[in-house]
């Protein structure tokens, strides 16, 4: 399909196709563990001995007395074993609750809080491995009590979660975050009451999630080493901390440019979507973002920062958020219509002020909250090019990537949002070993939030116009990954493919000799922006990822702009939809789990999301399903049958034609170090689709999907359906997924019905809800073909009454 069509037709929006069903899995996969062989008397009295050792230690270090809430212990595998955590922690309210897990030499090493009153819990399972057997004549409990190799009172350096960094010097001081075992106000307050008491500053917000509160707080290990202390946490991590980071013309002469420019725009409508720049400030006295951004769009973390931009980054994301590169607006003698405004909210503070580093998850809710209480009504995209220096988290959620996330899913009050994030730039000591820093350099947290589009960047800039730097050569070719972006390759696995896309991020080149130049920066690769005019210029290049976030916000805010009532996760969608691997892309990785980690789903086109073509037909569907059985509700899947030029396809038979399926939907994060698997999982839900093969009609394929569907005489489906891009494993990770099949037009006459279904998560394993909940769900599905003389989108849109106008 070319990339931009002569017709511009609005994608058509679907409803009424779909119908629900009772969803059983049909996955039945045990997870195998090897059980070490074991001594059972042995074994199980050690054990036994070592339990109450440990407790009664505890117990009577903290004081020996009955209103001693319980005792933090540590459980320990052994090497190469892995240990059942689900059977150390207990449904019960009085009962032990696994507080975090990680791997230390091979072995699993779980922190487990044992209350007074659910210490025979864990005795009982021992006293049972001891003396009872299982109807095979195993002993009972075996493979949770044979795995562990010892139980010992838990230590302060033991709570520690991040793999990266070493546990501190006990005498160093630092800034922490506690993640405290539950989320309740009580142990808060005894939190904080105990910090105080030991000299400890803590931060003045938290956040809670799932079963935790997360606080700042600034002090030694030593300080935090009390017991009281030790036995409201259940993990410590690190607090991170953020940082605070046409061109040769005169300026009078860029002036003239810019007025040029002023006198040819049309200004957005009141109303319209706006880009809402989450930076350093920006100054909106600059002649072109003046229009795009009033001073009632101007916000701050805190009003003793000021408004304006003390740095200069939070200006040049406006002008590529408003503008894009401002080269094409400045050389165009074309009208420009804008069709998106700005705001502004300050999150970084102008030195020598810093954040308290933990609080970066509040500061990023309170910006939402400043700037919907302005505008409740308005649509925007949050817009964030900022990322930690310090934060590469191998895909683990930090206290604000889930942050993002709870926003972006509406936890708290039902309005969900859509964050364009960046990816997070590479090391630049990194850029002249070309491509292996894009490819082992991880994102930046918070990159890793699963509801955001975390952007990295790619480049078309591969022509050096400095005559000053002849024989330069530019470091990436061209349609490639940027030598400043990061990608997933090395995450652990299950976590998110980051980033999800890439846009233009500017090039980077080399001298003669392979020296980089002072900033890593040459104008002619890079992108034009506004500049702050602290020396009276009006202009500026910028590049990297902040830059590629900055215009893949545009581009979200333009779709919403055309399209204003959809969902927020459905513009996600249609910029997912819309991306496509360069062939420069798809030669340098034939491993296609490498591409999808390395470039995300591609560079998205504004022109492919915002319309459909004769050739190129867009079907939108926007529904729910209920994810988990509750009580007598059972969990749902949802079928569609979709309006499909079904004569059209058959009269092009073997033609080549591509399906394209992108399916998008917000889970709420339980971000506890506590092995995120089993009822640990990190996500809420999660979602997955499947298309009809051509062989099966619709009782083979629901019966295929869900056991419930299966009759008596199911025998199990029969083939595979070959074609897919990328297929589940690659594209069944975070919240989005999207592939394309490659077929014939006949096949893909019959395969006009898709099913949405859902998989495990925290609040399904955890039997937390108590009432049917539905969850929102966006499905987009393209059918496109290279055919020139066909036309598949009439068709259907006559089947929907939609008159198929055509704008030119």
Known sequence: MAEEKPEKLRHLLVQGTGTSYNYVSTLSVPHSRTTPTRDRAAHGQRLLREYGAAFKTGIMARGGGADIPGVSLTVRSEPGSELPIESLDSRRPDGPRVLAVREVEGATVAQVFVPQGGFQLIEEKLQDYLRKDTPKGKPANEALIASIASFQLAALEELWTDPELPFPAPSQPMAWEAWLRDSSEELLSSFLSLCRQHGLVTGQRSLEFPDRRVVLVSGTANQLSSFAILDTLA???????????????????????????????????????????????????????????????????????????????????????????????????????????????????????????????????????????????????????????????????????????????????????????????????????????????????????????????????????????????????????????????????????????????????????????????????????????????????????????????????????????????????????????????????????????????????????????????????????????????????????????????????????RLRVTLSYFIEPNPAQRGWMGRFRYQSHGLRFSVRRPTENDSAFRARLSKAMQDDGYTGSTGTDPGWELGGNRRNRGSIHSDVWHGSAADLASRQVLAVFPVGGWKADARRVEKPTSVQFSLVVSIETDETEVDLYTPVATELGVPVAVES
């Open 235 to 657: 993990e410590l991590r690190p607090a991170r901390t953020p940082p605070t980071e046409f061109v040769e013309m005169p300026s009078r002469e860029q002036g003239e440019w810019s007025r040029e420019l002023m006198s040819r725009l049309v200004l957005p409508a009141a109303d319209a979507p706006v880009v809402c720049v989450l930076d350093t400030g920006v100054s909106n006295n600059h002649p072109l973002l003046a229009p795009l951004l009033p001073a009632a769009n101007m916000f701050a973390y805190q009003r003793n920062w000021g408004l304006a931009d003390h740095d200069g980054h939070g200006t040049e994301m406006a002008g590529l958020a408003g503008y894009g590169d401002l080269i094409d607006a400045l050389e165009s003698k074309m009208r420009v219509a804008l069709e998106v405004g700005l705001e502004s909210v300050k999150i970084l503070p102008p030195p020598p002020a810093t954040n308290a580093p933990e609080l970066y998850g509040a500061i990023t809710a309170d910006a939402a909250g400043q700037v919907e209480v302005a505008a409740p009504k308005r649509l925007r995209v949050f817009s964030m090019s900022v990322s930690t220096s310090n934060g590469r988290s191998a895909g683990r959620p930090s206290s604000w990537s889930a942050e993002i996330d709870r926003l972006a899913a509406g936890v708290d009050d039902g309005r969900q949002r859509l964050y364009c994030i960046c990816a997070g730039n590479a090391d630049p000591n990194w850029y002249p070993h070309y491509p292996e820093g894009a490819m082992t350099g991880k994102p930046l947290d918070p990159a890793q939030a699963w509801n955001a589009l975390t952007i990295g960047a790619y480049t078309e800039r591969d022509i050096i116009a400095e005559p000053s730097l002849s024989g330069w050569l530019p470091i990436a070719p061209h349609g490639d990954i940027s030598p400043t972006s990061t990608s997933s390759i090395t995450f652990e696995r299950g976590w998110p493919n980051k980033p999800d896309l890439v846009l233009e991020g500017g090039n980077v080149a080399l001298s003669p000799g392979g020296i980089l130049p002072p900033d890593a920066s040459i104008p002619s690769l890079s992108l034009l922006t506004t500049d702050r005019m602290i020396r009276g210029r009006l202009f500026t290049y910028t590049n990297a990822t902040s830059a590629a976030t900055a215009q893949a916000s545009r581009m979200a805010a333009h779709l919403w702009a055309e399209y204003p009532t959809l969902r927020p996760e459905t513009i996600r969608a249609l910029l997912v939809h819309s991306a496509r691997w360069t062939p420069a892309m798809v030669s340098r990785t034939p491993n296609k789990n490498n591409r999808v980690r390395l470039y995300g789903y591609g560079v998205p086109s504004l022109a492919r999301a915002r319309w459909s073509a004769r050739d190129a037909l867009t079907l939108v569907v926007e529904d729910e399903l209920r994810p988990f059985k509750v009580g007598k509700s059972p969990a749902q899947m949802r079928l569609h049958k979709f309006p499909w030029p079904v004569e059209e396809l058959q009269r092009l038979g073997a033609a080549d034609v």
